[in-house]
């Protein structure tokens, strides 16, 4: 266990055989003032050599990070898809994952929670769910950070991070970009839940970017970069479904009567929209729509974190 002195602590899972997970390990960080828990998933690249962060053989190692949410459905597709990267050049650096995600021996728990995290506060009371994204960005930031840094790879030299996002964890990183652009180098929003509130995180993009100071949006950790850099990404099926083979008409109808009246039923629309207002803002380095052809809500999760993952070495 690693006791924190904000009131957090890192309690490791037994390890996995090396050949069931490679450079894999999980904690659970609980802070019982908060009555919070989460479970990390730390994924390193197989050239450090060593089934234990805190064993690692090599030394002067250099990272970038990508920070994923929902780590339980998503973190081992994104800790897969760095190591399936051809090795990179001398001068880039490797890939870390660091994945949070929930314990899913209660999964009332896991989605009440993860409900609190994703949701922006709103400007009148008694919001429901409470919004708890403030908190959820300290955790990142402030917490599960400088505990990766420090304490899992002290010998480790960090470079840039990246956050990632599905659907309302989507919106989170959209709420992330205009609270705190500082915090991270790259932000990645799949098919990011607009709709929240009747499209209210659209009129923040523009209220919140558009009132910052360019001296305000340097990131945390940038290399030569002064100000972050975003990719927004959606599936065409999303709000233009199309009927399936063994569909039948009756049933493709009732299909796209229930996907035009749910949650994405304008993603096209207002990814095109959150594209506009962040990149009329000119506080990006650089702004990124993709369109991915032929898939739906939940395919696009995975074509993201690859796509995005090169994105984010690529600068």
Known sequence: MTSLTNG????????????????????????????????????????????????????????????????????????EAFKRRPPPAPTQPDGLVVSIGYPLTDSVYALTQRAIDFSPPLPTPGQTPPSGADDFLDFISGTLRPWVRKRAFPSVTWKRDALYGHSFGGLFVVYALISRPEAFDT???????????????????????????????TP??????????????????????????????????????????????????????????????????????????????????ASAITDGLEYFVDW
């Open 8 to 79: 957090w602590s890192f309690h490791p899972y037994p390890a996995f055989a090396p050949t069931l997970y490679p450079n894999t390990a999980f904690w659970n960080a609980t802070n019982p003032s908060k009555n919070v828990t989460y479970q990390i998933q730390l994924s390193w690249p197989l050239s450090w050599g060593s089934s234990s962060p805190t064993n690692l053989t090599a030394t002067n190692n250099t990272a970038l990070t990508m920070y994923v949410l929902d780590g339980n459905a998503y973190g081992t597709t994104a800790a």
């Open 187 to 217: 932000f990645l929003a799949a098919s990011p839940s607009l709709w929240w509130n009747r499209g209210y995180i659209l009129d923040e993009v523009s209220n919140r970017l558009g009132s910052l100071a360019d001296s305000s949006v």
């Open 220 to 301: 945390v950790v940038t290399g030569n970069h002064s100000r972050p850099a975003v990719v927004i990404s959606y599936g065409d099926l999303e709000q233009f479904p199309v009927r399936k083979r063994k569909e039948t008409e009756a049933e493709f109808q009732v299909r796209k009567s229930r996907i035009m009246t749910r949650f994405n039923a304008s993603m096209t629309v207002q990814c095109h929209d959150l594209f506009d207002r962040i990149k009329g803002s000119g506080k990006v380095r650089d702004v990124v729509l993709k369109e991915y052809a032929g898939q739906e809500h939940t395919s696009v999760a």
